[in-house]
């Protein structure tokens, strides 16, 4: 089966702590993005990946960090940086031919 | 900076009713727009329009795209409880950038 996972669906964490989101897709695809979904918010970018081994911030990076060592994977991580960490996050590919974006189920992080 | 707004930002109707979403955009070097349905989690590809004037149709689905006005309308005929989503337009640039500008989304619930 072809597609994006995320895990955990659900998460809860401490203020202070940094915490880190997977995001794994079996699309071949060359780009991956994160986003953060907050009620009546839309979708807002915090970083993007066009290919290994490199990205780019995205409207909100601060307070977050990427990698992306590996085709499939492009972890994020939340650091106690971030001032309001509570949030839906959700990550998508997308490849060179179409660029529609493709979207994982989420991951839902509540830090008290 | 690069906007994408939509309208309304909530609306709710009776099934079989017909529904008109609008999303507008002001943005340097417009390339194509995308409408997403956003259910309860991920969000899933409808439409990506590139040329003004040309409808895509999906079922009772349908949209339009107006360069020169700088807007798009997403219709949909019929309504019916599973049409009930959050409804997200998406605007993508020109250039080697793959990213999206998406704008807040428009809830709408259809009734019974």
């Known amino acids: 089966d072809g597609g994006i996972t995320q895990s955990p669906k659900y998460l809860f964490r401490k203020e202070g702590q940094n915490v880190t989101l997977s995001c794994e897709q079996n699309?071949?695809?060359?780009?991956m993005y994160w986003y953060r979904q907050d009620p009546g918010q839309g979708l807002r970018l915090i970083y993007y990946s066009q290919i290994v081994n490199d990205f780019q911030k995205g409207d909100i990076a601060e307070g977050y960090s990427v990698s992306r060592e590996k085709k499939e994977s492009f972890p994020l991580t939340v650091t106690s940086a971030q001032k309001n960490p509570t949030a839906f996050y959700l990550c998508a590919s997308s490849s060179a031919l179409t660029y529609e974006q493709y979207f994982g189920p989420g991951t839902r992080l509540t830090v008290t | 900076e690069d906007k994408v707004v939509q309208s309304p930002l909530s609306l709710v109707v009776h099934e079989g009713d017909t529904v008109t979403l609008n999303c507008s955009y002001e943005?340097?070097?417009?390339?194509?727009l995308l409408w997403y349905k956003q259910e309860k989690k991920a969000p899933t590809f409808l439409f990506m329009l590139?040329?003004?004037?040309i409808e895509k149709k999906s079922g009772r689905l349908s949209s339009i795209l107006d360069k020169k006005e700088l807007f798009s309308i997403l219709n949909i005929t019929a309504t019916q409880t599973g049409d009930s989503a959050v409804y997200l337009c998406a605007v993508r640039l020109t250039g080697a950038n793959s990213k999206l500008t998406f704008g807040k989304g428009i809830t709408l619930s259809v009734r019974p």
């Open positions: 943005v340097t070097n417009f390339r194509s």
């Open positions: 699309l071949n695809h060359d780009a």
């Open positions: 590139t040329s003004s004037g």
